[in-house]
C-alpha cells in the first residue's frame, strides 16, 4: 500500500473520531445550536473525507486525496473546536484544555493550509517546480511561528479560560517586539495563499495536454463557488437584512470544492467542462448585474421616497430583467468567445456553411470539412442515414463504421437522420449541441444522396430492362426457331413433296394428313407455351384464378387472400408476375414453409404481399430474380420492398399504381 494512502487513511481515521467528538461535546453543551453546529460541521467535512479516500484508492500514489481529506478534517476541526468552550461550561473536568487553549489563539492559519497544498500540487501530486518549494515551506513554518507567538501574548484567555495560565511567559519589553512580527506574518501568509492559488494558472498555463487543462478546469469550477458565496451574502443583505444566506454558499463551497476534485482526477471526461465554466460565468454576470441594479434602484427610491421601498425596487430590478432577457444570448457568445472558444468557432461555422449554402455560394456536403476545420479535429466524420437503412454513409454515399468512437445521433422530427462521430477532439456535449443545430444540413444532405441514389438506380433498371429486353427477344427468336417454325418448315415441305407425288400414287394420303394434323397441334402448343410466357393465358379469367391456378402447381401449402380481382391487364400482370417469382423462391430457398399471398387494394394503390416462414436472409442482389423483379415493379412506376431477417422467415410487398 503506497504511502499517501495510509496517511489518507490515518486521516480520515482522525477526522472520524474528531466527528465522533463533537458529537460527544455537543451532546455535553446541551444546547440545540451546539447540535446544529455539530451538525453543519460534520455535512461540510465528511463529504471531503469520503471524496478523499475515493482518490486516495483509485491514485494512491498520489497526496491529492490525502488532503482532500485534511480538507475535510479541517471543517469537522472547526465545529468542534466551537463545541468546545460551551461543553467545558457545563463539564470543567473535559480533558485536553491546555490542548486547546494552545491551538485556539494562534492555530487558525494551520485551517487554511491544506486547501493551499491542493492548490498547489494538483493534479498529479507534484510540486510546478523547485521555487515552490519554499512556498510549501512557508505554510508550515509562517503558522507555526505565529501560534508560538501568539501563545507569548500575556492576555487573557477568551472565557470560559480567562482564569487558565499562560505556558509560555516573556519579559514585557519583549511581548511588542514579538506582537509586531506576529502582526508582519499576517501580510506575508496572505502571500503565500495568493501564490498557491498562482500555482493553478501556471499549471494551466504550462500544460499542453488537453486531459491537464480539463482538470485545472474542473478545480477551477469548484472553487467558483467562493465568489457565489460573496454573491449570496450580498443578496443575503439586500433581501434579509444578514448574511443568513452565506451558509448556503459555504455549505455548496464545502461540497462543490472536493466533488470537482474528485471528478477532475478520476473522471475529468463526465462533462463538458468547458460548457459548464460558461454556463456559470454568464448566469454569474446576469446576476451580479441584476443585484447591482436592484441595490442602486433600493437607493434611488429610498432618496425619493424618505424610505426603503422593496416592491418599487423589485420592479425596477423586474424590468432590467426583462432588458437582459434578450441580451442574455450575446453574453453567453461573448463568454463562449474567451471560455468555451471551441462551441463559439463551431457555431459560427455552421452558422457560415447554411447561409452560403442558401445564397449558393457553398454545398451542404461541406458540413464534414467545416466541422473538422472549427474543431480542429481532422478524424471526425458526419454520417447520414438513408430512409429503411441502419448503417450510416458519408456524403458520397460510402459506408461508414463509427468503431468504438462517441456517436452523437442526428435527430430531425423524432426520426435518426444521422450521426456526428466523434474523431480526436470535443465533449459529448458539444457534438450533442452540434448535432442539433446541423440537423437541417444533415437532412439536405441525406434528401440529395437519396436522390442520387434514386436516379442511379432508375438509370441501372433501365439498363437492365433493356438487357432483359434483347435477351428475351434472343430467347423467344430462338424458341420459335427451334420449335414451331422448325415444325411448319418441314410440314410445308412434306406436304410439297406430297403434291409433287399424287399424280403417280406413291403417296399415302391419309398418313401424311395425320401426321400433318399432329404436327400442326405440336406447334400450336409450343406456341402456347411461348405466349403464356408473354402473359398467361389463365389471366382472361382474373388475376384470382390465375393465382389459384399458379399455388395449384406449388408442392407447398398456399394461403390466398385476393381482394382486388378487377385490375387493369398491366397491373394484374405485374401483379402476377410478383406473385409467381416469390412463390417460387420461397419453394427454392424455404424448403417445405407455407406461403401466403395477399392481394388488396386501397383508392389507386395495389399492395401484392407474399410471406413464407422459412429460414429468411434474402436479398436483393444484382443478377438474382429479385433484382428483375424490381426492375419489372419500378418500370411500372410502383416499389418493391423485401423483409427477409435471419430466422424470421420472408415477406415480399410490392405496391403497385392502379389508375381508376
Not at 443575503?236 to 463551497?253: N, Q
Not at 442574455?328 to 447554411?354: G, H, M, N, S
Request: with cysteine; charged share 20%; hydrophobic share 50%.
Amino acid at each position: 500500500m503506497a504511502t499517501p494512502r495510509l496517511l489518507a487513511s490515518a486521516a480520515a481515521v482522525l477526522a472520524c473520531l474528531l466527528a465522533g467528538a463533537g458529537a460527544l461535546l455537543a451532546v455535553l453543551a446541551d444546547d440545540g445550536g451546539a447540535m446544529m453546529l455539530f451538525a453543519s460541521g460534520a455535512a461540510f467535512g465528511l463529504p471531503s473525507v469520503g471524496l478523499g479516500m475515493v482518490v486516495a484508492a483509485r491514485r494512491p500514489g498520489s497526496v491529492v486525496g490525502l488532503l482532500l481529506v485534511l480538507v475535510g478534517m479541517t471543517a469537522v476541526w472547526l465545529a468542534v473546536s466551537d463545541l468546545y468552550p460551551p461543553a467545558f461550561t457545563r463539564r470543567p473536568d473535559l480533558p485536553f484544555s491546555e490542548l486547546y487553549v494552545l491551538l485556539s489563539r494562534g492555530g487558525w492559519m494551520f485551517l487554511y493550509v491544506p486547501a493551499a497544498l491542493l492548490m498547489i500540487v494538483f493534479p498529479d501530486g507534484r510540486l510546478p517546480g523547485r521555487r515552490w518549494r519554499w512556498v510549501t515551506a512557508g505554510l508550515f513554518i509562517v503558522p507555526a511561528v505565529f501560534m508560538l507567538i501568539a501563545e507569548f501574548d500575556p492576555s487573557r484567555y477568551a472565557p470560559p479560560f480567562e482564569d487558565m495560565p499562560h505556558l509560555l511567559r516573556l519579559p514585557e519589553p519583549y511581548v511588542s517586539v514579538l506582537q509586531v512580527g506576529g502582526l508582519s506574518l499576517l501580510p506575508v501568509f496572505l502571500g503565500l495563499l495568493i501564490a498557491s492559488a498562482a500555482a493553478v494558472v501556471v499549471r494551466y498555463r504550462r500544460a499542453t495536454d488537453e486531459v491537464r487543462r480539463a482538470q485545472l478546469k474542473w478545480f477551477a469550477l469548484g472553487a467558483a463557488f467562493l465568489p457565489l458565496t460573496l454573491l449570496l451574502c450580498w443578496a443575503s443583505y439586500l433581501f434579509l437584512d444578514g448574511p443568513d444566506l452565506v451558509v448556503v454558499g459555504l455549505a455548496g463551497m464545502a461540497l462543490a470544492i472536493p466533488v470537482a476534485t474528485a471528478i477532475a482526477v478520476l473522471r475529468h471526461d463526465l462533462y463538458d467542462i468547458d460548457r459548464a465554466i460558461s454556463t456559470a460565468v454568464t448566469y454569474g454576470l446576469v446576476t451580479t448585474v441584476l443585484l447591482a441594479f436592484y441595490t442602486v434602484a433600493s437607493f434611488l427610491v429610498g432618496l425619493g421616497a424618505g424610505r426603503t421601498s422593496p416592491a418599487a425596487a423589485a420592479a425596477a430590478t423586474a424590468v432590467c430583467a426583462a432588458a437582459l432577457s434578450p441580451l442574455r444570448t450575446r453574453l453567453q457568445r461573448w463568454v463562449d468567445r474567451r471560455f468555451y472558444p471551441a462551441r463559439q468557432a463551431v457555431l459560427i461555422a455552421v452558422e457560415e456553411l447554411r447561409s452560403r449554402t442558401h445564397t449558393g455560394q457553398a454545398r451542404p456536403e461541406q458540413l464534414e470539412a467545416t466541422l473538422r476545420a472549427a474543431l480542429r479535429d481532422p478524424m471526425l466524420r458526419v454520417g447520414y442515414r438513408l430512409p429503411g437503412t441502419s448503417a450510416l454513409v458519408d456524403a458520397v454515399g460510402d459506408p461508414i463504421d463509427p468503431g468504438e468512437a462517441h456517436v452523437a445521433p442526428v435527430r430531425l422530427g423524432g426520426h435518426d437522420i444521422g450521426a456526428i462521430v466523434r474523431g480526436t477532439s470535443g465533449s459529448r456535449e458539444l457534438l450533442r449541441e452540434l448535432a442539433s443545430v446541423s440537423a437541417l444540413l444533415v437532412e439536405v444532405v441525406r434528401l440529395r444522396i437519396e436522390v442520387n441514389r434514386a436516379l442511379d438506380e432508375a438509370e441501372a433498371s433501365r439498363a437492365r430492362l433493356l438487357h432483359a429486353g434483347y435477351e428475351e427477344r434472343r430467347r423467344l427468336e430462338r424458341d420459335l426457331h427451334d420449335g414451331a417454325q422448325q415444325r411448319l418448315v418441314s410440314l410445308g415441305m412434306a406436304i410439297r413433296l406430297a403434291q409433287r407425288h399424287l399424280a403417280d400414287g406413291t403417296v399415302d394420303v391419309d398418313d401424311l394428313l395425320d401426321q400433318s394434323v399432329a404436327e400442326l397441334a405440336a406447334a400450336v402448343i409450343e406456341l402456347r407455351q411461348i405466349a403464356h410466357g408473354l402473359r398467361p393465358s389463365s389471366l382472361d379469367d382474373g388475376l384470382g384464378n390465375a393465382l389459384a391456378m399458379l399455388a395449384g402447381k406449388v408442392p407447398v401449402p398456399v394461403t390466398l387472400d385476393v381482394a382486388a380481382d378487377d385490375l387493369p391487364d398491366d397491373v394484374a400482370m405485374t401483379a402476377y408476375y410478383v406473385a409467381s417469382e416469390a412463390m417460387t423462391n420461397a419453394v427454392k430457398h424455404a424448403g417445405l414453409a407455407a406461403i401466403g399471398v395477399r392481394v388488396s387494394r386501397i383508392h389507386d394503390r395495389v399492395t401484392v404481399q407474399i410471406s413464407d416462414d422459412g429460414p429468411g436472409g434474402a436479398t436483393i442482389r444484382p443478377g438474382n430474380g429479385l433484382a428483375g423483379l424490381a426492375d419489372r415493379v419500378n418500370a411500372a412506376g410502383g416499389a418493391l420492398r423485401l423483409s427477409s431477417p435471419a430466422g424470421g422467415g420472408t415477406l415480399v410487398e410490392a405496391v403497385l399504381p392502379c389508375a381508376s
